[in-house]
């Protein structure tokens, strides 16, 4: 395939122009320093069916710049996102992501990637250097995998690890209390609702060795009818169900099985049943279903985070979702990161928010911090709550314990070879 | 070597050299991204058109050929056992093995029967991807990026190595193609897709001769899938969805069927379109379901359809049956 | 009474690319039975499909009943009173001979409805036993009748009937030519495409010869009869 | 792998009733989406590409329309002719266009179209998932017969669709519109030449299929969430039905529409990892063995 002849003319043919091609590529990181805005980046979907996460997410890191650029900015630099639609495709958010810091000036990407996305994404920062925050990929190697890492990229978004073990341990505990040892999942069959589905059963079999998985059905991703599944569910007569199932799957699969009666028979933990959307979207929403945490005004129960809830409200007459207030996360480390650095660096950024801990009204306890060891977020709401049909929809919500996650993520890790 | 073959190599000799230039004459790393994009989505529209415009058959899931070229090319990689020039022609040999038994499969089948047939293996093709997460990485895609270690003093990690690596497979593909549809064997081709009768009459052997079209295209197709794996360092099941054969098949209707070119012509101006339209507004569907429609109600014809007008000729618009009507009456 | 029914001039049609007619014209008058003769290939089928609007002929004007109707589509000219069998007969294969028959169905130009399947089945005895059958079942006698019973119920005024005998045995023929003769003691207007002669002979009164997709005779078909040279030259195989 | 679990289903009486009808209401819905999209090809020569779109519109309209009225018959009715509607405009002013022409040209319309309505069905009622809830005289529980569960809407949904199949019968065998469309599907020249107009008769055909498309939407829209893009899934379904039945036969849709239905719900307890592929696999297969597909047309063979 490679001619040798051939690479010879182009190699001699390349160094002059690689001296070319540097001059005018770095100026790109020296034209944006100064006094114009500062450029952020953001790849997401914008088109079809999820395209609600493109909006939910520009909309939450929005609400952050915006107010910060009304107070003044940086020294009177104002912020100015761009926004990119990848059309749900990695290679058009690899691309997008690499015309943001090349052609747009940014130095820094807010990733609002679904995890495929985010993975090729990921590879384009590894070699362009560029500050970026990871902000709806839950998938966990993304940070937690060492052969994966940059040192400029960061998840500002939740580990699907950490729900995994908080849910388990709720899980659990209400298993104890109700006696449900026979477990069936329904999950969507692609790599985030089986990782998510096997690290929940394992952590909720880890503190209750009672539990047993006697069924899993995998339905596709976007199926428009899960009467066949619903049905095997219900052949299987499970004590409860788990559902890694989210957003317009979840809301199709809810009204089909009220059909059903099946969330009179089952105990229900569905992780992402706790989202505004979702919640909003059935009009039948079964009594005493159990969700995570995604984005809720009541958790944490605190005046910051009611009045994040009323501001975007305010602002954008929808409700906030998971994803909102982890873009409206990354906005602020962003932020805070200029603050303390005076330009847009991306290196420096970096610096900055290694390890930082910033207020936020979405930490357990008022702050969230970005790991230093694996660029991880942690400190957020993470638990169980029982969904209710009016606002604030959620009662009852268990906030899972910090320091029972760390312990146990940290010895995940060694056992995927991560650490 | 014939004069006009002589010729030809110093064309796309020419071609090259421009190409190499193009992105230190001002375009900057924009212009390399969007060259390299448009010449992967390129290889995958030409390719198809060796199908297509060459021999009337219409594949409706070369997708798939666009992506087990990026997989195989990947996982070779991945699994560091051979250098990049070996894994490219590991990779066009899985290619061209997996297109010669879906081929014996499809090539039997005529028209629409054939673009079903050949949707279902893209379809089929693109659940396994989804399913085989070991090998595939499942919707992750091939994790860990794909590392290319330095051959010939080639190191694809340096974005001008790897530009000018992307452009020269490219113009290498494109010049083997055109030799391929200029050569006796093409008109072959030609002749199948105006008469098939005719060329059975003739003593061609039919399925032999669409079935090495049908590898050949999906050879070349994955070249672009292998340069699209490389640029972005990974490889996707989205390469294999039904939607990205719909925009190569769209690139070969803009750039124009009949003409060598055309397909190439249409991935630079549908590439420059996407572009445009998601920098610009955050309505792609509005804006490029408008172009589609605009260009398939109006225009019709593929832009170098009306440079170079080629073999084929459009029918009057009417139901299919007024234009078989027409054609099997009496004089 | 006789007045010009039907008319073209210049009519030049293509198939595709090659041309087929050239500067073809005609005229036929009310009551009048034409006979449109020529060789295998000289055009006559593309003249009654240029006349109908099945072809749409690029050059060149058509007048029927005083208005001009080339570019219409093909309903709007059967609408106006032009019934058309076609060469081939083309019976719907998969409906039933009675499905084929109501598919032609219509009132003609003054309401009138004069035929009905009773009629037709006097007319055409040999559909009755077959009513329930489907139409592509039909040995090619019984489907020519069914073709030109189906444009009958539509009650047209005038009839473009396509080389109705061509492949047919002589006594099915003989019966198609009765049939016709009833129909103009009965007033129809007819244009009768024929390769046979004889055929014709009993039917018509005027003749056109096409030859090469134009007319190279017109005029009574007694005249035709007498001048052998025309016909060695056009019409003998 | 579970033949077990599936020889189990299938000697329990209870077991059959519960996948029988769910495999019957995953069907018919199927049915209603595929028996237009088969129509079309077979009397109009066109691959509707952009059926899925008229389906999520119908879903829309019936949305809106339940929301404004409360009533589930309005909002399936708003559905179904909303759709329909659009589809008598996007017949007028794009397909009519590019009948008989390259099938591509034809797929390029549609695409086209699919990526326009998408995106307008987002500006318009927003990227959110909108549900419409279950009719208040359909908020029951759950029958039980032999021991088997049946919903009583699926019991309503099977019937309507019943219903729909055995009208469209009627209509296709029995009626004189239904004997121009067969004769228009195989030489639409001679019923022209009978005085038929045919662009009316495609017209109608267009609307036809867009008015069951658009139905199915609605009569889906309680059990099933509203996204843009919602119609690609129920597309390729209806597509693989199709194929299977034999495209243009409605009876082979309705036939093919069971069979996908029956498979997904017995499979599912049987091999439910592999109940798409084996989809796939029967279309493959019948595309093989029986390109035309189970009750498919044969070429029209013309004397």
Known sequence: ?419 | MTRSTTRNALIALAALVVLLALPHLGGGEKLADYIIFAAAWGLLATGLNLLIGYTGLISFGHAMFFASGAYSFGAIMQAQIMPVPLAIVAALIITGAIAALIGAICVRLSEIYFAFLTLAFQMFFHSILLSWVDVTGGDNGLLGGIPTPVFFGVDLNQPEHLYAFCVTVTVLAMYLMHRIVSSPFGFTLRMIRDNERRAIFLGVNVFAVKLTCFVLSAVFSSVGGIILALFISGAYPDFAFWTTSGEAIFMVMLGGLTNFFGPILGALILTGLNDIVVTYTDHYGLFLGGIILLFSLGLRKGVLDFVKPGGRKSTPAQPTADAKEATHADA | MTTTMLSAQGLCSYYGLSQVLFDMSLSVERGETLALLGRNGAGKSTTMKSLMGVLKPARGATQYGGKTISGWRPERVARAGVGYVPEDRQVFAELTVEDNLLMGAKAGTKGQRDWTLERIYDTFPMLTPLKSRQAGLLSGGEQQMLSLARTLMGNPDLLLLDEPSEGLAPLIVEQIGHVLKDLRAGGLTIVLAEQNMRFCLDLATNAVVIDHGTAVFSGAIDALMADQALIDKYLSV | MEPAALLDCLTSLSCVVTQTTSGLIIGMLFFLVAAGLTLIFGVLGIVNFAHGAFYMVGAYLAYSAYQVTGSYLVAVLAGGFGAAILGVLFERFAIRRVYGENVLLQLLVCYGFVLVADDLVQIIWGSEYLSMGMPQAFRLPPVFIAGGIVPPFYIFIITVAAVFAAVLWFIIERTQYGRIIRATAVNPTMVSALGIPTPLIYLSVFALGMFLAGMAGGLAAPIRALTPGMGFSVLIVSFVVTVIGGMGSVTGALVASILIGLVRSYGSIGFPLFVDGLMYVMMGLVLVLKPNGLLGRQEASRP
């Open chain 1, 1 to 419: 395939m490679t001619n040798h002849k051939l690479n010879t003319g182009r190699r001699r043919f390349l160094k002059t122009g690689a001296a070319t091609a540097m001059a005018l590529s770095a100026p790109a990181i020296l034209r944006a320093e100064g006094t114009g805005a500062i450029r952020v980046g953001m790849p997401t979907i914008l088109s079809g069916v999820v395209s609600i996460l493109g909006e939910s997410s520009v909309a939450g890191a929005k609400l952050v710049f915006d107010e910060f650029n009304a107070s003044g900015g940086l020294d009177g630099r104002k912020i100015e996102l761009i926004t990119r639609d990848s059309r749900a495709k990695p290679e058009e958010a690899a691309k997008a992501v690499r015309d943001l810091v090349n052609g747009d000036g940014c130095n820094i990407i807010l990733d609002a990637e679904a995890s495929s996305g985010s993975f090729a994404v990921q590879e384009v920062i590894k070699s362009i250097g560029a500050l970026c925050l990871h902000t709806v990929s839950e998938a966990t190697p993304l940070s937690a995998d060492p052969a994966l890492h940059a040192p400029t990229a960061f998840r500002s978004a939740r580990q699907g690890i950490h729900d995994a073990i908080g849910g388990g341990a709720y899980a659990a505990a209400v298993a104890k209390e109700k006696g449900l040892k026979r477990w069936a999942t329904c999950s969507p069959d692609y790599a985030y609702g089986r990782t998510t589905t096997a690290e929940f059963m394992e952590y909720a079999k880890y503190f209750n060795s009672d539990i047993e998985v006697i069924g899993q059905a995998w339905p596709k991703l976007f199926q428009p009818d899960y009467t066949e599944v619903i049905t095997r569910i219900l052949q299987w007569r499970p004590d409860a169900l788990y559902s890694a199932l989210w957003g317009g799957d979840l809301v199709s699969f809810i009204d089909q099985a009220n059909l059903y009666a099946l969330f009179d028979q089952t105990e229900t933990f569905s992780v992402n049943l706790g989202d505004y959307p979702v919640l909003t979207a059935v009009e039948q929403l079964p009594n005493g279903m159990r969700s995570g945490s995604r984005y809720n005004k009541v958790v944490p129960n605190t005046p910051e985070n009611n009045a994040f809830y009323d501001a975007y409200v305010a602002k954008f007459g929808t409700l906030p979702t998971n994803w909102s207030w982890e873009n409206a996360t990354a906005a602020t480390f962003v932020i805070e990161a200029l603050k303390d650095v005076g330009t847009d660096d991306p290196v420096k950024l970096a610096e900055a928010i290694r390890g930082r801990t910033i207020a936020s009204p979405f930490g357990v306890d008022g702050t969230l911090t970005m790991r230093a060891e694996d660029h991880t977020l942690t400190g957020y709401a993470v638990g169980y709550g029982v969904t209710t049909a009016e606002e604030p929809f959620m009662k009852d919500f268990h906030t899972s314990s910090w320091e029972q996650i760390l312990e146990l993520e940290a010895d995940w890790k060694k056992r995927q070879g991560f650490a």
